[in-house]
C-alpha cells in the first residue's frame, strides 16, 4: 500500500514536471524580458513598407517572443517619431535615416532589425493635372503629396528636386497619408505630383494616373536613385532604450527575423489570407501586383547592410546643410548584433 502512494506521489509529481517544463520555455522568456509591454509607433502601416511588422503581428510572432505588443499607426514616419520622442510609444517602426537626422539634432537613436533593403517609394506626377510635363523643373510652384511632412517620402521628393536644382521651399508638400486618404488627395487634382509607398502607386500607375519619375521600389532603382544600398523601414529605439532593454530587443528582433523568414516563402495566397482586408484598398489583384513590385525590396535576414548607412549620410547631406557627413557617428545608429543572433535562430 505504501508504495503504491509513492507510486502516485511520484506520478504525481512527475505530471506536474513535465506541465511546467512545457511551459517553461514561454515562462523563461518572460522572466528574462526587462519589459514585457511594448508600444511601436509606425507611419502608414497599410505600406508594404511595413509588411513584415504587421505579419509578424498577425501571426502571432510576438506573442511568441513573450511580448505584448501595442502599435499606433499614425500618418507618416515623421509623425511616429514625434510619438517615441514624446514618450508615448518605445519603439519605432520607421525609416533609417531618421536616426541620422535625429544624431544631427543631439539625439541618439538606434536602428536594430532591418525590414526594408529598399525604400520602396516611387514619385510621379499626375497625368490630369500636369499633362505637358517634361523635367522635374516644371514642378516648381506645384504641390506635392507626401505621406507626412518630414517622413521618409518627403525626403526622396527633396532628393529628387535639389537634383535639378529646386529647393524644398519650391513646392508645397501635403501630407496625405498611405492609404485611401493619398489615393483621393490624387485623384481629386488636390496634388500635382506624389512621393509614396505601394500599394498606393501602383494602384495609380496602373490605371494610367500617375507618371513615376524616379522609382526605389527595386534594387536596381535604388542604386539609380541614391548611388548605393539604402536601408529602409527598420525597428529604431533611443540608444539607452536598446542598452537597458536588451533581451526585450532580442525579442522583437526576433519577432521580425521570423516574419522576414516567413515572408521569403510566402505565395500571393499566404499574404491575402495574413493581412486585414482594408490594407487591400478594394483590389486584391492590384494589391498583389504591387507586392509582386517590391518584394525583392523586403529584407531577407534583417541585417543593416555596413554600406547603406554611409549612403544614407551621403544622400540627406546632398540636400540637408544641417547634416555634416563627418560630424555623424554612424556606429550609434545602428546595431546588427540582434539581427545576427535572430539570422542564425531562424536560419533567414
Not at 23 to 35: D, H, I, M, T
Not at 310 to 337: C, H, W
Amino acid at each position: 500500500m505504501h508504495n503504491i502512494q509513492l507510486d502516485r506521489r511520484t506520478f504525481a509529481s512527475f505530471a506536474a514536471l513535465s506541465a511546467i517544463s512545457a511551459v517553461a520555455p514561454a515562462l523563461w522568456a518572460q522572466s528574462r524580458l526587462e519589459k514585457t509591454k511594448i508600444a511601436i509607433a509606425v507611419g502608414g502601416k497599410a505600406a508594404f513598407y511595413y509588411l513584415p511588422l504587421t505579419i509578424a503581428e498577425q501571426l502571432g510572432y510576438f506573442k511568441a517572443e513573450g511580448l505584448e505588443v501595442e502599435i499606433s499607426d499614425f500618418a507618416g514616419g515623421s509623425r511616429a517619431l514625434q510619438a517615441v520622442v514624446g514618450g508615448s510609444a518605445d519603439v519605432v517602426s520607421g525609416a533609417y535615416e531618421h536616426t541620422i537626422n535625429l544624431q544631427s539634432k543631439g539625439q541618439i537613436f538606434q536602428a536594430f532589425v532591418l525590414q526594408g533593403r529598399a525604400p520602396q517609394i516611387s514619385m510621379g506626377i499626375s497625368t490630369k493635372t500636369m499633362p505637358q510635363y517634361k523635367t522635374v523643373a516644371d514642378l516648381k510652384g506645384k504641390k506635392i503629396g507626401v505621406s507626412a511632412p518630414g517622413s521618409s517620402t518627403n525626403m526622396v521628393a527633396n532628393l529628387i528636386l535639389s537634383r535639378a536644382g529646386l529647393k524644398a521651399s519650391d513646392v508645397s508638400f501635403i501630407g496625405v497619408g498611405t492609404a485611401a486618404g493619398a489615393l483621393t488627395a490624387f485623384r481629386s487634382g488636390q496634388i500635382d505630383a506624389m512621393s509614396n509607398t505601394d500599394p498606393v502607386m501602383t494602384m495609380l500607375e496602373q490605371k494610367g494616373e500617375i507618371r513615376i519619375i524616379a522609382d526605389t521600389r527595386t534594387m536596381k532603382g535604388t542604386l539609380e536613385v541614391f548611388g548605393g544600398v539604402m536601408p529602409a523601414g527598420c525597428l529604431y529605439a533611443p540608444l539607452e532604450f536598446v542598452q537597458k532593454n536588451p533581451n526585450t530587443v532580442q525579442a522583437l528582433t526576433n519577432a521580425m527575423v521570423h516574419s522576414l523568414k516567413w515572408l521569403q516563402t510566402a505565395g500571393p495566397s499566404d499574404i491575402i489570407k495574413t493581412v486585414p482586408e482594408a490594407y487591400l484598398l478594394g483590389d486584391r489583384a492590384l494589391y498583389l501586383a504591387s507586392f509582386n513590385k517590391v518584394r525583392e525590396a523586403i529584407s531577407t535576414d534583417g541585417m543593416i547592410p555596413d554600406e547603406g548607412p554611409r549612403t544614407a549620410v551621403k544622400v540627406l547631406a546632398s540636400f540637408d546643410p544641417a547634416i555634416k557627413v563627418d560630424k555623424i557617428e554612424l556606429a550609434k545608429t545602428y546595431t546588427n548584433e540582434f539581427a545576427r543572433r535572430a539570422k542564425a535562430r531562424f536560419k533567414a
